[in-house]
């Protein structure tokens, strides 16, 4: 099947992709896919344990070939890997769909993703490392979003309704 998405929610870890993304995806009639889960069950292994027995190199390159595959195949909300943007391929891919950059405070960002072993990038100092992180990505989800949307003391549901108004988009 070729499709485009109607949708692509990027962002970093614990802004609630996936929880925005099926509420999108509910309001919008469509189907949701999530390319940590599509990662996850090709592998047959936790996303963590591809970072242990492999390291990350080699889970870049199984995430690319999971979101390039979902990027031609999923016609609904497609929501990726916090870090599948650095992919320089990728973001050309992203050129001319609707890309929603969902933002977060650090501090926000760090209680929600802070204690959560499945994230093996912010292992050791949460804080420390979720600040470098958006150092080195924040121009990159903002070079390619056709919106960006303050998660900041929203609700999943209050977000959802400002991507929709952003996008423009009909509700099912
Ligand atoms: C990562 C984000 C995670 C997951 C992996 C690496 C990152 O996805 O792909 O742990 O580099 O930011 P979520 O953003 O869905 O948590």
Redesign the pocket.
Known sequence: MSAVPLVVLVG???VG?STVGQLLAEQLGVGYRDT?EDVVAAQGRS?AEIFVDEGEPAFRAI?KRAVHKALADHDGVLAL???AILDQETRALLAGLRVVYLSIDVEEAVRRTGLNAA???LAGNPRKQWRE?MEARRHLYEQIATAVVSTDGRTPEEVTQVALDALELKEA
């Open positions: 970093p870890m614990g992709k940590d996303i995430e890997g916090g870090g994230r093996p990038l992180l």
